[in-house]
Nanobody, 132 residues
Framework: VLLVESGGGLVQAGGSLTLSCAAS????????VAWYRQVPGTGTEREGI??????????YYSASVTGRAIISTNSAKNTVYLQIDSLKPEDTAVYYC????????????????????????WGQGTQVTVSS
């Protein structure tokens, strides 16, 4: 599984960003795709923030982004987007995506946990920096 994250950047607090996770050479049909973030150099774990089961469209958001994030996929199902609004300085991190074929029978929150534990093709991520 080769994924490419993009869309990060420097934004002022209160602004919005849309991150993209592109599948290279395949589509996300029947995949679960999750977004994580990690602050480099702090020793903190990678935090799962959102997941979509592309099979059935079910979504999950962590408490840290619920109400201000939307996860979606394009019609070709080869890109998953994460839009985050009302950005805060504490959203500053490197954002990563992960994906696996689980089919429609897994909840997105469980998929996010499974991916964090087992996904081994992490990309470079995309840096999001929110200035106050």
């Amino acid at each position: 599984v080769l994924l490419v994250e993009s869309g990060g950047g420097l934004v002022q607090a209160g602004g919005s960003l849309t991150l993209s996770c592109a599948a290279s050479g395949f589509s996300f049909d029947d995949y679960s795709v999750a977004w994580y973030r990690q602050v480099p150099g702090t020793g903190t774990e990678r935090e799962g923030i959102s997941c979509i089961n592309v099979s059935n469209g079910e979504t999950y958001y962590s408490a840290s982004v619920t109400g201000r994030a939307i996860i979606s996929t394009n019609s070709a199902k080869n890109t998953v987007y994460l839009q985050i609004d009302s950005l805060k300085p504490e959203d500053t991190a490197v954002y990563y995506c992960a994906a696996a074929y689980y089919g429609p029978g897994i909840t997105p929150d469980q998929a996010m946990l499974n991916l964090k534990a087992h996904f081994d093709s992490w990309g470079q991520g995309t840096q999001v920096t929110v200035s106050s």
